[in-house]
């Protein structure tokens, strides 16, 4: 099999993906740090204030990327599970559960952000309206996965029910992505397009995408790091795992 | 009908749920008088004012139904798993989401079909007008049928688990919330004298869906969480 099929098992040995984080993640964390800035800057300093809103619209710059990465780690996080309930694979159960608090944090400042945004622009700290309706039903799935991830003692059926929930909870992402099409909200319609022109201006959008991608990595090192922390508590009586803790006092052959 | 096939244990499933309800019919009481308590409550908080009642009444009515519906929810497994029938279920031949769906119905035959017959009454207690009680009807006659289903795949998630009243409550509610805006939507367009059609066809389209897939995703789940 090709190199790339061949690494991408090996990173399902709970041993190799624990090196393999532990070598990622000052890097990813690094990165994280660095594109953060130069978005914050770009978003904070450089960008031209709004004609409407004046400079009280920076808030953009957390809402929107938190808002995004609310939904990608919730579709990360039921992709993991989908993978975990088929085929069983251990690191698949853990991604799935490590991402489950990053995308509630997420979704919490995202809700929090969107409120301090509306205060002074809308006049209400908040409104039933679709788009933060449906976000906050993501956040009380996000809720519901984690706690019933707690509540079941072995761990890797735990796992296997959370990741169900997560996958029954995947309807909500087209409703949160397509609410503000669908209904007429408050919250504002569409404004980046992936595929063809955004409606925002450039010196705008920039630090915007910069972010996107800054908390992309951010979140991949998080889960990176959640998930070694789990994969020790899952394998915790390993000898890989007792050679890492206590490589001194291997008992000596003879 | 042929003892042995799977119309025969789907009829002997259902027989056997209701059976057991009737023995026990004080208690099938509970969910009732729980959702006449919750809808008394409401003039009690909101002021006795018959203008105020009734700009809520729809919408209260469905909240306590609902919650009525939830409460009784944990029943749905529980006595089986106790006494080992559940799994003599799932190791059945038969396929095991028809043998859950027909648990379903028992459950919404004993638990939503009294609920029903007296949501008029609960109408009366918050001065529903007239005209908007058969809308209400209805949506209830949607909307608890979806409750039951969505319901059964939450529960057979938290299986097996001591005092997952709570949990259940929050498993089930996030997925219960577009069936209560369309619900009470509809009463509440109904009331203002516009439309309502549409959101009862898309409970009704809703409905239709989870009644083929939710018996499936509760007999997955169930399997998830008896092994």
């Not at chain 1, 953060?36 to 957390?62: C, E, M, N």
């Not at chain 1, 809308?122 to 009380?140: I, P």
């Not at chain 2, 097996?160 to 069936?179: C, D, F, N």
Request: aromatic share 10%; with cysteine.
């Amino acid at each position: 099999m090709n190199r790339l099929v061949l690494w991408f098992h090996r990173l399902g040995s709970p041993p190799y993906f624990y090196r393999f984080a532990g070598r990622w993640l000052p890097w990813l964390y690094a990165l994280a740090l660095l594109t953060g800035a130069i978005g914050f800057y770009g978003g904070l300093v450089i960008a031209p204030a709004d004609y409407q809103q004046g400079d009280s619209f920076r808030i953009l710059y957390v809402h929107v990327p938190c808002a995004w990465m609310s939904l990608f780690a919730y579709a990360f996080m039921a992709g993991n599970g989908f993978v975990a309930l088929v085929w069983r694979i251990k690191l698949a159960e853990l991604l799935a559960m490590a991402s489950a608090p990053i995308g509630a944090a997420f979704t919490f400042v995202t809700l929090v952000t969107g409120s301090i945004w509306g205060k002074p622009t809308w006049g209400t700290w908040w409104t039933w309206d679709a788009r933060l309706t449906s976000e906050l039903v993501l956040l009380f799935l996000y809720f519901g996965v984690i706690g019933l991830h707690q509540a079941i003692e072995d761990l890797r059926q735990a796992a296997r029910a959370a990741a169900f929930l997560a996958l029954v909870g995947v309807v909500n992402l087209p409703i949160i992505h397509y609410s503000v099409v669908w209904w007429n909200t408050l919250h504002q319609a569409q404004t980046v397009n992936l595929l063809g022109e955004s409606k925002i201006d450039a010196r705008m959008l920039w630090p915007l995408l910069v972010l996107a991608f800054a908390t992309h990595v951010y979140f991949f090192a998080s889960v990176l790091a959640r998930t070694r922390a789990a994969l020790l508590a899952l394998e915790s009586g390993k000898a890989w795992v007792r050679a890492l803790v206590a490589p001194a006092t291997e008992p000596a052959h003879g | 009908m042929k003892p042995g096939t799977t119309t025969a244990a789907c009829v002997a499933v259902l027989g056997r749920d209701l059976a057991l309800v009737w023995r026990r019919r004080g208690d099938a009481l509970n969910p009732l008088l729980f959702a006449i308590i919750v809808v008394a409550l409401f003039p009690f908080a909101i002021g006795p004012e018959q203008a105020t009642l009734e700009r809520i009444a729809a919408g209260a009515i469905f909240v306590a139904l609902l919650l009525a519906m939830l409460l009784s929810l944990d029943a749905l497994f529980r006595s089986d798993l106790e006494d080992g029938s559940l799994e003599q279920l799932v190791l059945s031949p038969h396929p095991l989401s028809l043998l859950l769906a027909c648990k379903v119905a028992a459950h919404w035959l004993t638990t939503a079909l009294p609920l029903l017959l007296i949501a008029p009454l609960a109408a009366q207690l918050l001065h529903l007008p007239a005209p908007v009680l058969p809308v209400l009807l209805g949506a209830l006659a949607l909307a608890t049928p979806l409750l039951s289903l969505i319901g059964a795949v939450c529960v057979a998630l938290t299986m097996g688990m001591r005092r997952s009243g709570m949990l259940l409550t929050l498993l089930v509610l996030p997925l219960i919330v577009p069936v209560l805006i369309f619900g009470a939507g509809a009463c509440n367009a109904a009331q203002a004298g516009l439309p309502y059609a549409a959101p009862l066809l898309l409970l009704g389209a809703w409905l239709a869906l989870t009644l083929v897939l939710a018996p499936l995703a509760a007999a997955a789940a169930l399997k998830i969480s008896l092994t």
